[in-house]
């Protein structure tokens, strides 16, 4: 009977498969609830008029149960009817793995900036509509950033807010 049950044991623990959460890809995850400004909810009109303070867009740290993964980021400003929008920096920002549990991504929105992004200089109806500010981060490199086509196996998650601009002095 024993060695019954040590032959049962010895067949059922080799159909135990035991992997390495760095031999399977995941998702890098971002924390949802701590963003800041809080929630996808349309924010106060932001002013982006002579004189006025950048507005803050901070994302908490992210998680990735692959301890190993560099993550890439991206920032958009888009219309709702526009299919990619444009980028808010010129290049993919980048979290290393080594300092992703501690690092809070922040983007300061301030007037040159978005003029910056749209060309140099702002639509004419730019401060008639609605917009979103979004975020990007995936566990791959972004091989063409403007629409995120991401490198083959890679995996991404978002965040985005909706926002107006004012143009009042400050």
């Known amino acids: 009977m024993t060695h019954l049950a040590l032959l049962l044991l010895l067949l059922l623990s080799s159909c135990l498969d035991f992997t390495n959460p760095d031999d399977v890809n995941s998702p890098p995850l971002i924390d949802k609830t701590h963003v800041t400004p809080l929630g996808n909810a349309m ?17 908490p740290p992210i998680h990735d149960i692959n301890l190993s993964d560099d993550l890439y980021y991206l920032w958009f400003i888009k219309r709702p009817s526009d299919v990619y929008g444009v980028l808010l920096q010129p290049k993919p920002g980048l979290i290393a793995s080594n300092i992703r549990e501690k690092s809070v991504t922040s983007i300061l929105l301030e007037r040159h900036m978005i003029e910056t992004a749209f060309g140099g200089k702002l ?48």
Do not use: H
Not at 43 to 59: D, T, V
Not at 146 to 160: I, K, P, T, V, W
């Open 43 to 59: 924010l106060q009109p932001i002013n982006i008029g002579l004189y006025c303070q950048a507005r803050e867009f901070m994302i």
């Open 123 to 170: 639509p004419d109806d730019f401060f008639s509509g609605t917009y979103i500010v979004q975020f990007f981060v995936a566990d791959r490199p972004y091989l063409i950033p403007q629409s995120r086509y991401l490198e083959a196996g890679g995996f991404e998650d978002s965040f985005y807010w909706l926002a107006t601009f004012i143009n009042q002095k400050c």
